[in-house]
């Protein structure tokens, strides 16, 4: 389980110049994080991996039951950041037109206007995406990819910064399309939000006795400081032998016997970005192991499909990381 260390503010090993923009990432994520924890209460982990997407210029998948707090999730992490936001309800109805918007002739003008669909926001809530066709979930790949849209030739660039956060209950099968390998891809991590504990129940049933507690949220960041806080991240340094642990990771992942497609090239890029991610959210300004080996299970889990035999003995994805994670020799961490 991914776990992120509580007050581990540390001087950052950095140049004077280079300190105030770690602290800076630190900062707005810590922000973030705090005012989004008081929507989703008791599930302070899974509301940093969201931060550390939207810090990493990531995709989340939300991978869970019903009534958990998917939705709450992207509209908390919209208001405190002032994005605007966009929730598409998937379909098997939907075409992909009504994702990315059309092109109408306009009979004043005589000539066609685009009008945007509900991807051209900051913040996207894609819920149950995989009720759509895969047809229509085509439509997000250039979206997820590019950051941009094409509508009969021309191309509309997406807002920064822009995120989806798309949502699939894993027990609803019937119905729903699985998601193309292409798709699963492109998303930077995958969270479980689950069931909260008793004590974290019973704050959530006075929280919302009179109003829902996402109505007083306030924003928080800037945009600006959204934006400086990315760029701060690919600041991060990462020595070579983190960089080789990394690919041995996902080479391993590869070679697993039970694994009958591995982690992609795209893999280890999430994997190092969230590292990096998760280095400066702990006020370093260097990746160590513990790093990767927390973000694994997130980042790679979902881009490795077992072979048929593996899954009639119900080893999933999940236990393919942690043998490869126990099989892989750890190096030692060093600074700049």
Do not use: W
């Amino acid at each position: 389980m991914t776990d992120f260390p509580q007050n581990t503010r540390q001087t950052p090993r950095v140049a004077n110049n280079a300190a105030p923009q770690i602290n800076l990432a630190q900062n707005v994520a810590e922000r973030i994080a705090q005012s989004v924890g008081q929507v989703i209460i008791g599930k302070r982990n899974e509301v940093r991996l969201a931060v550390l997407g939207l810090l990493c210029k990531g995709h989340i998948l939300i991978e869970d039951i019903p009534g958990v707090g998917k939705t709450m999730l992207a509209r908390a992490l919209a208001r405190v950041i002032g994005c605007t936001f966009s929730r598409i309800q998937f379909t098997p109805d939907m075409l992909p037109s009504d994702v990315t918007g059309v092109s109408l002739f306009n009979q004043k003008t005589r000539e066609f206007e685009f009008r945007a669909g509900p991807i051209m926001a900051q913040i996207v809530l894609a819920d149950e995406i995989n009720r759509a066709t895969p047809k229509t979930q085509a439509a997000l790949l250039e979206a997820m990819e590019e950051r941009q849209v094409t509508v009969d030739g021309v191309t509309y660039p997406m807002e920064n910064p822009f995120m989806i956060l798309a949502t699939q209950n894993p027990i609803e099968y019937e119905g729903t399309f699985p998601l193309p390998e292409a798709q699963l891809d492109r998303f930077m991590i995958r969270i479980q939000l689950g069931y909260p504990s008793p004590a974290e129940e019973l704050t959530v049933l006075s929280a919302q006795q009179y109003e829902h507690p996402i109505n007083n949220l306030q924003q928080v960041v800037s945009i600006q400081e959204l934006v400086a806080a990315q760029q701060a991240i690919r600041e991060i340094y990462v020595a070579d032998e983190v960089k080789r642990y990394i690919i041995d990771l996902v080479n391993a992942s590869r070679q697993h016997p039970d694994v009958y497609l591995g982690s992609s090239p795209r893999g280890s890029l999430a994997l190092f970005r969230t590292s990096q991610a998760r280095a400066a959210m702990a006020g370093r300004d260097y990746v160590i192991p513990d790093d990767v080996k927390a973000l694994a299970e997130v980042t790679l889990a979902h881009r490795i499909i077992v072979g048929p035999a593996a899954r009639i003995k119900d080893i999933s994805s999940r236990t393919v990381v942690q043998d490869v994670l126990a099989s892989t020799s750890v190096p030692g961490a060093s600074t700049r």
